[in-house]
């Protein structure tokens, strides 16, 4: 199992910045991408970005320009860094992240508890 404990969340003054944080222990072996997802009182959890065990980023729209993703193998953590917050940005926000077994074409999901993001 994978367990994913996200921290840095809390109340930031519009166009402010915030950088969450997202630690991966137990059977971190073989974990794949991983990505930050959010969701707002009311609405579906959303897709923020990913990166890739290389690297390689994605993004949605809404945040390009103003969100890095990040990780570090190595303290198997990855990083989310939030500049120039928006109201809507304002939401419950998600680590996850997914293993990958190629050998036998197995992959598995989990999922943090989430940290509160608010901008004043």
């Known amino acids: 199992q994978v367990q994913l404990v996200e921290s840095g969340g809390g109340l930031v003054q519009p166009g402010g910045s915030l950088r969450l944080s997202c630690a991966a222990s137990?059977?971190?072996?073989?974990?794949?991408?991983m990505a930050w997802y959010h969701q707002a009182p009311g609405k579906d959890r959303d897709l923020v970005a990913t990166i890739t065990n290389s690297g390689s980023t994605n993004y949605a729209d809404s945040v390009k320009g103003r969100f890095t993703i990040s990780r570090d193998n190595a303290k198997n953590t990855v990083y989310l860094e939030m500049n120039g917050l928006k109201p809507e940005d304002t939401a419950v926000y998600y680590c996850?992240?997914?293993?990958?077994?190629?050998?036998?074409?197995?992959?598995?999901?989990?999922w943090g508890q989430g940290t509160q993001v608010t901008q004043l």
């Open positions: 137990g059977s971190i072996f073989s974990i794949a991408n």
């Open positions: 996850y992240a997914t293993k990958y077994y190629s050998e036998i074409k197995m992959s598995t999901a989990y």
